[in-house]
């Protein structure tokens, strides 16, 4: 039996390539006819539409503007390529010329309005397509004079960089909807009128003539690190996904996951959840994942009993979840250790263990829900074997695997290892039929990285606006110790209250910019009470992703409800209690950073992860209500307790709740007995 095969080409507007290609009836597995594929496409591309603006493409008819696209997308795709092997112009100029393709293309490409599609509208984005040239152009040949007045602006310069900030801005409300920008003119109004504010938030207060020039001129401001890592690690990283995807990549993690944990009990919703998290490091888009991979997963979870509120959860769990899963980590992993000033590989050591435990909850969480409302999984008639798929399909994982080597163990760089790894997916890809790459896909596959690379970039160059801000004010260390002092400077009062600064900082806005502000903004906080500067961000960053399924605005379940026909509220509410152990991870290694595996020893370490799961696992059981049978309220709380006992690094408390966990297990294997319901089946 062979593995579906991969779609050579998906519509314009489809936010990612990533889609499933295979369906599960009772008839068995088969591969999706090409209405099949179509109509699972267009019902992603309309959901991804609601949700995720980035979605929201124009449809371009005139051909020559389509050639027009494409050609720019490739030139800049090979741009990134040869300087990441070749080396970049100097800082200012290449970040310039990265945000000034990035705004052209997002002109050409997203109407500023969903059905603005009339001849006026197209040329006044013609002309602010090409007004997007000018800053890089200016930047480039006044580099010297630029560089030499050191501080001291031009009217020139102003004008310049005011066009430049009404462009990011007006460009990352197209591409990313309106609270990134709107978070912008707040703290463009916050760094002019700091004269006239109260209390803590009372600053100097700038012109906007510096202002101009700090956004323009400086590696602080729209030019500044977020800007320089979009325009190295994440694009090459990005575009490396979308070679993956044009080989199928996704068909063969789909069919693995499928062939893997299919057969067990709720074994699509395991689906849903391995697959999800292996595309969801790579892509870096929590809403894309979920629209892609969740056209496949969600019918498949219903179809064998879970609710369409629990299928939607699942989807957007796992898909968010990707972004804090190394080696890629949505290239979170590479900003981090760019504001760090530490090697990659030290934050995905560190990112490991935590992510692990996140996913372990899922697992176990969907196999108690499957125990207690007796749901099974597929018939592995109905199911591709392990063998068959890795046969057809399984040296595509080669890349991923060379990937890991050039990352961890030859002492490259990054750039280098990423430049390599996209030309080796590309040579392995050429191994087989069914996933060798023709130069039209090759095209293709640049284009859509490209794409894809747009909404993170001009993400990146508007948070630029607001950290060149927050730089110039100090407003950065004024919130931390405001964070601090509200807490009493007591840590676990100073991590709730960085949480729910994270949560709502977070809300609406995509994982990296979501980051980057909180890792400026909030981060500090943490630092100044002495926990490690990575365990911060780390912790920053897990509480900015979940805003993604955190209601009121939880837009990666409210994309999942989309496809399940939940209620989009009632999936956020189900997500969220289904990440209860991504919400208290970080809580775990604040307090016990070995958990970070970081300056411990084997013994420390193992003694630390082995607590951890079984504190894991004990909260799921709590969670669930069910082990072997269903659990009173009153053992659901004391064993949730006794998970708490076991997430720390106190070992006589640890062992307590070890003790008082065994206890209530025990419990609940006597009645297991006494209802005839024993066995290891029954949990």
């Not at 190295?232 to 070679?243: C, D, H, P, W």
């Not at 057969?263 to 929590?286: C, D, E, H, W, Y």
Request: charged content about 10%; overall charge positive; proline content about 4%.
């Amino acid at each position: 039996m062979k593995p579906a095969q991969q779609p050579k080409r998906q519509p314009e507007n489809q936010p990612s390539d990533l889609l499933a290609t295979a369906t599960i009836t009772e008839a068995g597995y088969h591969p999706q006819t090409d209405q099949e594929r179509r109509d699972q496409e267009k019902e992603a591309a309309e959901i991804a539409a609601q949700f995720d603006a980035a979605s929201r493409t124009r449809t371009i008819q005139w051909r020559p503007l389509v050639i027009l696209i494409t050609a720019v997308a490739c030139a800049f795709a090979i741009y990134h390529m040869w300087t990441a092997y070749f080396g970049s112009p100097p800082t200012l100029i290449h970040r310039s010329i990265h945000v000034s393709i990035v705004l052209f293309l997002i002109f050409l490409i997203y109407p500023p309005f969903r059905k603005a599609q009339g001849l006026t509208v197209q040329l006044v984005d013609g002309v602010l397509a090409l007004l997007s040239l000018l800053p890089s152009i200016y930047i480039a040949t006044n580099y010297e004079q630029l560089v030499l007045q050191a501080g001291r602006s031009t009217t020139t310069d102003v004008i310049v960089g005011t066009i430049l900030v009404v462009l990011v801005l007006e460009a990352a409300r197209r591409v990313t909807g309106w609270a990134l920008p709107v978070l912008a003119i707040l703290f463009i109004l916050f760094g002019i009128f700091g004269r006239e504010l109260p209390g803590v938030l009372r600053h100097r207060g700038y012109e906007w003539e510096d202002l101009a020039y700090q956004f323009l001129s400086t590696t602080e401001g729209i030019f500044g690190t977020a800007t320089g890592v979009s325009a190295t690690y994440i694009i090459l990283f990005i575009l490396f996904g979308a070679f993956l995807a044009k080989s199928g990549m996704s068909a063969l993690l789909n069919d693995l996951a499928l062939a893997i944990a299919g057969q067990s009990r709720g074994g699509p919703a395991k689906v849903a959840t391995l697959a999800s998290g292996f595309m969801g490091s790579i892509n870096g888009s929590a809403i894309a994942n979920v629209v892609s991979t969740g056209a496949f997963t969600i019918p498949m979870m219903k179809k064998i009993g879970y609710t369409k509120t629990f299928s939607g959860a699942v989807e957007s769990t796992a898909s968010v979840g990707g972004q804090i899963l190394p080696p890629v980590m949505g290239a979170a992993a590479f900003i981090m250790a760019e504001t760090l000033g530490v090697p990659y590989s030290t934050v995905a050591v560190a990112a490991i263990v935590p992510a692990l435990l996140y996913y372990l909850s899922l697992i176990v969480q969907i196999h108690l829900r499957a125990t207690r409302e007796g749901l099974k999984g597929i018939s592995r008639d109905n199911l591709p074997a392990v063998l068959d798929v890795l046969k057809e399909r399984g040296h595509l994982l080669i890349p991923l695997f060379f990937l890991i080597y050039m990352l961890f163990f030859s002492g490259r760089t990054i750039l280098y290892s990423a430049l390599l790894t996209i030309i080796v997916t590309i040579v392995v890809a050429m191994l087989r039929k069914t996933s060798r790459l023709s130069f039209k896909d090759i095209i293709e596959a640049l284009e859509n990285g490209v794409r894809q690379t747009l909404g993170v970039a001009v993400a990146c160059a508007s948070v630029g606006i607001i950290v060149g801000v927050v730089t110039i004010s100090g407003f950065g260390v004024v919130l931390a110790s405001a964070i601090v002092a509200l807490s009493g400077g007591i840590l676990f009062w100073t991590l709730v209250f960085t949480m729910l600064a994270c949560l709502v900082l977070g809300m609406g806005l995509p994982s990296i910019p979501a980051y980057l502000i909180t890792a400026t903004m909030a981060a500090p906080a943490l630092t100044e009470l002495g926990v490690e500067p990575i365990v911060a961000h780390l912790f920053v960053f897990y509480f900015g992703l979940f805003a993604n399924i955190t209601p009121p605005v939880a837009l990666a379940a409210f994309a999942a409800a989309g496809i399940s026909g939940a209620s989009p509220m009632q999936t956020g509410f189900a997500a969220l209690k289904l990440a209860a152990a991504g919400f208290i991870i970080p809580y775990i290694f604040v307090y016990s950073p070995e958990l970070l595996l970081r300056d411990v020893s084997i013994g420390q370490g193992i003694l630390v992860v082995t607590t951890a799961v079984i504190g894991i696992l004990m909260l799921c059981v709590a969670l669930e209500r069910h082990f072997m049978v269903n659990m009173h309220w009153f053992l659901c709380i004391v064993i949730a307790g006794a998970a708490i006992l076991l997430l720390n690094s106190n070992m006589l408390l640890s062992l307590s709740g070890l003790g008082i966990g065994i206890l209530v297990l025990v419990v609940q294997s006597i009645l297991a007995k006494k209802q005839g319901n024993f066995g290891l089946k029954a949990i």
